[in-house]
């Protein structure tokens, strides 16, 4: 997961390139709307989602073989009824 997004952090410039009609819409909301913040969280959102899907198609043997583990043996505290 991403650390949180510091206010304070240093910035960079991007360009994006965005549908005419979808800024028109905005156009009366930009007050209250902070464009940059917006921007930020639904790039560190999709950043966790790209790399969590990349660390689960790196791991997915050991996730497949720990399946087959806890198929075999089952899980821990089983016995207990606790889980």
Not at 14 to 22: A, G, M, V, Y
């Amino acid at each position: 997961m991403l650390p949180s997004l510091q206010p304070s952090s240093r910035k960079g410039r991007l360009s994006l390139s965005i549908d005419q009609c979808l800024l028109d819409r905005l156009e009366p909301y930009k007050q209250e709307i902070n464009l940059s913040a917006q921007a930020e969280q639904l790039f560190a959102r999709l950043l966790d989602e790209l790399e969590n899907r990349a660390w689960a198609e790196r791991n997915a043997d050991a996730l497949v073989a720990h399946g087959r583990d806890i198929a075999a043996t089952g899980l821990a505290g089983e016995e207990f009824d606790r889980i």
